[in-house]
């Protein structure tokens, strides 16, 4: 009964309304002009005369593109295409790899129940950040589908070509750095150490000559958040209380008591995550799930998150499913509930009541913060799982 209207909606929103309307998405705005400035020796950190590829100057600081060069540079032989048919092009694509990365969790976790495998498809195709990212093209979908090869790499023990998987996903977003931390926190040296040199050497291959001012000008430019509705950091919660007109943006409601505030929380997740990990766990599920608690954490550690960033938690949500099934679990099942609907049709409920003002102010400042609130659940969920995995031992998948 769910899968029905599920599937017809996806069909709709995640494939013939995007193909058919002639949208200013992600990749064809960002990726494909980035890398057509690139190809012509321009630079996509800069607006150029009559285009400023993705970002116009505002809070960001930033007048062009904020993602790593790399990101641009991969992108330059569908520059010679249409743009329509390679945006197109990129939408098939991006379908493909929300498949793959379905196909690919429930062959890593070794769900063998139809009914679970058609459960962890529905949780991936109906939630909100999924369409988000489907309908931009983002590569946030190619970073998605190298965390299952982590989460295989990992749950294999600590194998390098995991680590290059995650440096590749570095290497197109920063969004998943934390992860090195607390991987070395695991002791896991093959993969922190096949991540960073994956990382740091495709940075040196693509456009090495833009690095210094991506690294010197975007990032502290980025990494300083902001307060406004679409940034579902702990910064901007911190900044939204104690500047509460910055979720207007009326100024970025950034300071020095809310940067104090925002590294004291940050820290303290960072610990409590570490802590819980403590010794590496010499069974599959268990590795599996410091995988989630290492996924679920990052948001926390970071001052700017974009809602469409939270598809990357899909990885989690679909382990701790897994797990509550495996258990018989009410609360980590009803945990990955309430964080998917906080994220997902609350939030959008969020954004698009804000967007045509209906509502009132307190409620609004309450409400801005339910996707970090599932975030924050999703997080808890992971740490309450691995510390009952020595209580409920499982064979392994």
């Known amino acids: 009964m769910a899968g029905v209207p599920i599937a017809i909606a996806y069909a709709w929103y995640g494939v013939v309304w995007p193909l058919t309307w002639n949208q200013a998405s ?10 057509r400035l690139i190809a012509t020796g321009g630079d996509p950190y800069q607006c150029s005369t009559g285009h400023c590829s993705g970002h116009t100057q505002g809070w960001l600081g930033a007048a062009g593109a904020v993602y790593p060069p790399f990101a641009l540079w991969i992108v330059q032989p569908l ?22 990365f379905i196909l690919l969790v429930i062959r890593t976790l070794g769900v063998r129940d139809w009914q679970e495998r058609l459960l962890i498809a529905l949780l991936c195709m109906g939630f909100a950040p999924t369409l988000t990212e489907i309908q931009n093209r983002n590569f946030q979908l190619v970073v998605l589908v190298m965390g299952v090869v982590l989460l295989a790499a990992w749950r294999s023990g600590d194998r390098w070509w995991g680590g290059a998987a995650l440096g590749v996903g570095l290497a197109i ?27 740091v050497g495709l940075w040196l291959i693509a456009v090495p000559s833009l690095l210094p001012e ?17 940034n579902v950091s702990p910064l901007a919660a911190v900044a939204r209380l104690i500047h509460p007109e910055s979720l207007y943006l009326e100024g970025r409601g950034v300071d020095a008591l809310v940067l104090v505030l925002t590294a004291g929380l940050g820290l303290a997740v960072l610990v409590i995550t570490g802590w819980r990990l403590g010794r590496p766990r010499p069974d599959a599920d268990g590795r599996g799930l410091e995988v989630a608690a290492s996924l679920a954490a990052t948001p926390l550690l970071l001052t700017l998150v974009w809602a469409g960033q939270l598809v ?3 990885l989690p949500m679909v382990v ?55 975030v924050v659940i999703l997080w808890l ?15 392994d998948a």
């Open 79 to 100: 520059t010679a295409l249409d743009p329509a048919f390679a945006d197109g092009l990129a939408l098939i694509v991006a379908n493909l790899l929300l498949a793959l």
């Open 214 to 230: 991506y690294l010197l000008q975007v990032v502290p430019s980025v990494s300083q958040g902001s307060g406004e509705e679409m």
């Open 381 to 395: 969920a992971s740490l309450f799982a691995l510390r009952e995995r020595k209580h409920n031992q499982l064979p």
């Open 26 to 35: 992600d990749f064809r705005q960002v990726y494909l002009e980035g890398a």
């Open 320 to 374: 701790l499913l897994d797990r509550g099934i495996r258990i018989h679990s009410r609360g980590l099942l009803g945990s990955v509930a309430a964080s998917w609907l906080l994220i997902g049709p609350l939030y959008l409920g969020f954004t698009n009541a804000f967007a045509d003002g209906f509502g009132f102010p307190a409620l609004f400042q309450v409400w801005s913060d339910s996707a970090l609130a599932g």
């Open 312 to 314: 990357l938690l899909l």
């Open 173 to 199: 977003k920063l969004f998943q750095a934390p992860i090195l931390l607390l991987g070395a926190w695991a002791r896991r040296w093959w993969i922190v150490s096949a991540a960073a040199a994956t990382w």
